[in-house]
């Protein structure tokens, strides 16, 4: 063998688990197929969970997160023209979220790979650039192009960190079963230099559709609008995108501040479970075994609490030869990824207005969004979602 662990994608997942398993001294190369300057703009999630900010900072990447973070203590449901505060810290007994981009995150750990690996392990940490065209889970082969040559590495456990459209976990498909949905709607998001017009996420259930406000910082706000699922950015001029914004926030008084766009995409919503999570010497984690619409903000905080389980039985494997925790992975992330699964799907039924919304479908969502801005135990369960559910930390209540 090459080397104990090889990674397969170097977003928030792999980079995660690398640093992870480089601080316990176990080596691991992480195999990027883009460049990093591509890695390190590519605009993607804001909200991080405080296990996710915490862990973080136990891995000594925060230090930027802390000063550029933007800690919110609740979010706003707007609806009927009215807006109704979900007051996450008071209903979670303190808990809060803090808003820092996913690009930031990844720059923060590409950073911390590159300067602060215990030099432990041969050759560079990460190898971008380096698109994996095949993976023998059994053998723990990859081949990989980088440099226009061909090239191969083998490893004692492999890990599939290569997100949604990867080619990990193809290789293991007929040991597994993939529980998926596609959802009538894709979000357009974008990232624009204009002043956010609210200090808190605004998530609008308009009958136009839905629109989520948010920001990465005090001058630029990230904006996301409900599209039908084959639209085409080409379709989406800005002048279009900001009065559609300006519509589905409508209310008295307030209007979204415009300004130049950054960088404006269109993302197919879908959810999709992969069962197990492994085969062989393979190891799915991330998007790459999970896909979760982002309405519950889940996507980037269950791809970090599910390599931080991974690590955990890779350090007992290497160390003590204990395989426990190999062998439960799976059973153990998917307690955590079918919460969040529910919850996302949860807050995008009742957010989001297909086009096929029959009359009754709209009196029920009209009445769940009711109900979860009046009842304190429904607010409570948004709210203990939100700010991230450990199902493996609950006893069933008597
Ligand atoms: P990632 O997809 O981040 O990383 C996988 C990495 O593997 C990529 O860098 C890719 O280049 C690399 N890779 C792929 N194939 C490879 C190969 N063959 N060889 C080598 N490398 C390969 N979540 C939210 O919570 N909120 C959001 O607003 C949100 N917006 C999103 C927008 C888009 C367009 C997408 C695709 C996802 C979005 N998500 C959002 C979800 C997203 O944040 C993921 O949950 C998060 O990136 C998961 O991290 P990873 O599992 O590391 O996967
Ligand atoms: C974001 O800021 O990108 C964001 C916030 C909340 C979500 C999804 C995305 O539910």
């Known amino acids: 063998m090459d080397l104990p662990v090889a990674i397969v994608g170097g977003g928030p997942a792999g980079l995660v688990l690398a640093l992870l398993l480089w601080r316990a001294g176990i080596a691991s190369v992480v195999l990027e197929s883009r460049s990093r300057e591509y890695v390190e703009r590519r605009v993607r999630a804001g ?11 136990d891995l000594g990447v925060a230090d930027r997160l802390h000063r550029k973070g933007l800690v919110h203590r609740g979010i706003i449901l707007r609806f009927g023209g009215e807006d109704h505060r979900i007051a996450l810290s008071d209903l979670t007994g303190g808990r809060v979220i803090t808003v820092y981009g996913q ?12 300067s602060d690996r215990p030099g432990v392990g041969p050759g560079d940490p990460i190898l971008f650039a380096a698109e994996v065209f095949a993976v023998d889970p059994e053998r723990g082969r990859i081949r990989y192009r980088h440099g226009g040559v061909d090239r191969e590495i083998a490893a004692e456990i492999v890990v599939g960190c290569d997100g949604g459209h990867g080619v990990c976990r193809p290789t293991i498909q007929a040991h597994l079963e993939v529980f998926e949905r596609e959802y009538p709607f894709a979000w357009l998001g974008i990232l624009a230099r204009a002043a956010p017009a609210h200090d808190e996420l605004i998530y609008s259930a308009h009958e136009r559709g839905f629109a989520l406000h948010s920001m990465r910082s005090q001058a630029i706000s990230r904006l996301y609008l409900q599209v039908r699922p084959h639209e085409r950015i080409e379709e989406w001029p800005d002048e279009r995108i900001w009065a559609e914004l300006q519509r589905r926030f409508a ?11 950054l960088e404006k995409s269109i993302t197919p919503m879908r959810s999709a479970v992969c069962e197990p ?17 982002a309405t519950g903000a889940k996507g980037l905080n269950l791809a970090v609490a599910g390599v931080r389980v991974l690590a955990a039985a890779l350090i007992a494997h290497f160390g003590s030869g204990d395989d426990a925790g190999l062998a439960a ?36 969502r009209e009445s769940q969004l009711r109900y979860v801005v009046t009842s304190r135990a429904a607010a409570m369960t948004l709210a203990e979602n939100y700010v991230g559910y450990e199902p493996e930390t609950r006893a069933p209540v008597h």
């Open 47 to 57: 909200v991080l969970e405080q296990g996710t900010v915490d862990l973080l900072a």
């Open 103 to 114: 690009q930031e995150v990844v720059k923060d750990l590409i950073a911390a790979c590159l």
């Open 251 to 261: 209310r008295p008084g307030f209007r979204l501040n415009e300004g130049p766009i």
């Open 277 to 293: 999570m492994q085969h062989g010497r393979l190891y799915l984690a991330g998007d790459a075994a999970h896909i979760v619409p």
């Open 329 to 364: 992975y799976s059973a153990t992330c998917l307690q955590r990824v079918w919460r969040a699964e529910q919850f996302s799907a949860w807050m995008t039924a009742m957010l989001h207005r297909p086009d096929d919304e029959t009359p009754f479908e709209r009196r029920l």
